[in-house]
Every structure is written in C-alpha cells, then in structure tokens.
C-alpha cells in the first residue's frame, strides 16, 4: 500500500473547526483514502473514507484533492472527546489496514 | 449499536504458556482480523480470516499463532508459548463485506508476558 505523511501532533481550541492534512503523493487510482482515530486506551473507530468526491457524514467531512495527492480531514467542533490519533491510511487491493502513526490531536478548552 | 467484544480485557501470563484471546465480531459480518499495539508503538496487523479460512498474514504472525473460528460467534487467537514481546495489546476487528471501507474493533485485550 502506498504511504502517507500526517504531522505527528495537532492543537485545536474546543469548538471549533480542526483541519487535519494527510499526504499521499504515491496514491494509486484504486486506492481509497479511509480514516481512523484511537482513543486513549481504546481501539481504532472508522471515521470516514472515500475515493475522489468529498465525503461528508455525522462525525466529520473528508475533503480530497483534485489530484487526490492530499487530503484534509475536517472535524467541524472539536470536543474533548475529539483528543485522539487520528490515522489515515490509504487502503487498495489488499483487505487489511496498514496503520502509521498517525497525528496526535490535543484540544485545549 | 452492534459491536465487537473481547475478552478477557486483561490477562497476565508466564512466559512459555498458552494464551487464548477471544472475540465475539458483528453478528452478519464475514471478515475478522486481528492487530496488535505493543506500548506506544504503531497499530500493527496480524492476521485476517474468511470463510473460515486465513486470507492474509503478516510476519509477526508466525508458527506460534493460530486463529479459529470455533462456532458461529466466536474468533479467537492463540498463542502457542508465549515470549515476553507478546506483550501488547490485541484488537479483534471485524468488516461486513469486502466492499465495505468500515473495520470495527473491539476494546481490546491487554497481554502482560511475565
């Protein structure tokens, strides 16, 4: 699977907007870019995924590129609950996962 | 909300001893994987398993794992003579279908080799 880059860490204020960048400049055109965070002490929980078009549902909005070399995850108001690492990790033919390490997000309220 | 349960949520054992963990996935999903994080380090990959078959294995997942899938409901890891680097935490996760993006994961089991 091709590799992504996510800076290791993030702030963000509570409430509001926090915009996550994940770059993945050898994406193949079958590769679908899916994002997962990690709790403290727990396991991962999907996020959101997609292929080309932005993506929007109930826990936040992936915004892809034209050229699909970067994405931008998009969590409208960041909670403390929000703390987490976020991964994002492009998934092609394969079944399985290939986790990084992902970007450490700290909200300060 | 349907999830994938774990146990036991810990468990501490001797070196050289046979550990079982156990996952009990989504009732209608036929994908199931396991994936380890020993202490702060990465998520890592072990082994995924369809029709009751494996379908893909990393390398940490060596003749000292295995996998089953004993009745319907539970899926479970074994290892066989556990060393200290098992130490980890391990997540069972579990996928609908293959065209599905969404992999759901349980809470985990924390393994201490002593």
């Known amino acids: 699977d091709a590799k992504t880059t996510q800076p290791n860490s993030m702030e963000s204020n509570e409430e509001e907007p926090v915009h996550l960048p994940c770059n993945h400049s050898?994406?193949?055109?079958?590769?679908?870019i899916h994002w997962y965070r990690q709790l403290p002490s727990q396991g991962p929980e999907y996020v959101i995924h997609?292929?080309?078009s932005n993506v929007n549902n109930r826990m936040a909005s992936l915004a892809i590129a034209e050229d699909r070399k970067s994405s931008t995850l998009i969590l409208h108001r960041a909670t403390l609950r929000d703390a987490a690492v976020y991964y994002c990790?492009?998934?092609?033919?394969?079944?399985?996962?290939?986790f990084g390490s992902g970007t450490q997000l700290t909200v300060l309220p | 909300e349907p999830e994938v349960t774990q146990t036991p949520s810990h468990q501490v054992t001797q070196m050289g001893q046979e550990v079982i963990l156990r996952c009990v996935p989504i009732s209608n999903h036929l994908y199931f994987y396991w994936y380890r994080q020993i202490l702060g380090q990465k998520v890592e990959f072990l082994v995924s398993?369809?029709?009751?078959?494996?379908?893909?294995k990393s390398e940490i997942f060596d003749d000292q794992f295995s996998v089953e899938r004993p009745d319907g409901s539970n899926f479970t890891l074994k290892i066989r003579s556990t060393k200290l680097e098992d130490s980890a935490m391990y997540f069972c996760?579990?996928?609908?279908?293959?065209?599905?993006?969404?992999?759901?994961f349980g809470e985990g089991s924390r393994l201490t080799v002593l």
């Open positions: 996760a579990s996928k609908r279908g293959d065209n599905t993006g969404e992999l759901f």
């Open positions: 050898t994406i193949s055109g079958t590769d679908y």
């Open positions: 997609g292929l080309t």
């Open positions: 398993f369809y029709n009751n078959e494996i379908s893909e």
């Open positions: 990790i492009l998934r092609g033919s394969a079944r399985q996962l290939t």
